[in-house]
């Protein structure tokens, strides 16, 4: 029993960073143009975190999500969003490159 529930609160601690940011993610509008694994007006986070894999990329897409962008990934550019603090964003950038 205390092995069960020690796993449980271990998989718990894990991924409540994850729900957080993803939370995040809604309140602050990101998934009004992206989503975790397809396409929308931007590229899903997952092919963010293909581009970038084994790169230290972090203050570099905490910037994009605070300043906006364009020319990465086509034609359409980022909008800056002002709604995200530099902490915000260093939290959603490290969400975005973790996926697999």
């Not at 990101?30 to 975190?49: E, F, M, Q, R, T």
């Not at 910037?63 to 939290?91: C, D, H, L, R, Y």
Request: proline share 5%; net charge positive.
């Amino acid at each position: 029993m205390k092995r069960s529930l020690f796993a449980l609160l271990a998989v718990a601690a894990v991924m409540a960073p994850a729900i957080a940011d993803e939370a995040m993610a809604q309140k602050k509008n990101c998934l009004a143009c992206h989503a975790v694994d397809k396409k929308v007006v931007g590229p899903s986070y997952k092919d963010v975190a293909k581009k970038y894999a084994g790169q230290d990329v972090t203050a570099k897409l905490a910037t994009k999500i605070m300043k906006g962008g364009s020319g990465t990934w086509g034609a359409i550019p980022m909008p800056a969003n002002p709604q995200v603090n530099q902490t915000e964003a260093e939290s959603l950038a490290k969400w975005i490159i973790s996926m697999k």
